[in-house]
């Protein structure tokens, strides 16, 4: 059975970098796409980044773009997001998961999702 683990969230202050990574067991992360979700308290589920199996498609959302940077680990078979400029906004528990395809929009990644961790949290506070 294919599981995907976060880690790396914690507390950080508002302007500060925070890294955080997925790793997978049961399946060569490297084959597939992988998406990056948050969900804040009391607000829906919504996609933040998304990376290709290539490594060569990229996709933010509007609101961390220019700010966060996906990346693969191709040794690892790990995918990270580094979250620099953190505002309290993008306080929240953030997911990894398969996605289908990049392709399509950040908008609508969650329905071609699978393979969800249990997410890490991340809260942006002085």
């Known amino acids: 059975q294919v599981q995907l683990v976060e880690s790396g969230g914690g507390l950080v202050q508002p302007g500060r970098s925070l890294k955080l990574s997925c790793a997978a067991s049961g399946a060569a992360l490297n084959n597939y796409a992988v998406g990056w979700f948050r969900q804040a308290p009391g607000k829906e589920r919504e996609g933040v980044s998304c990376i290709s199996a290539s490594g060569l498609g990229i996709y933010y959302a509007d609101s961390v773009k220019g700010r966060f940077t996906v990346s693969r680990d191709k040794p690892a078979n790990m995918v990270h997001l580094l979250m620099n400029s953190s505002k309290p906004e993008d306080t929240a528990v953030y997911y990894c998961?398969?996605?289908?395809?990049?392709?399509?929009?950040?908008?609508?990644?969650?329905?071609?999702?699978?393979?969800w961790g249990q997410g890490t949290l991340v809260t942006v506070a002085s």
């Open positions: 998961a398969r996605v289908s395809t990049c392709g399509g929009g950040i908008a609508t990644m969650l329905a071609r999702s699978m393979w």
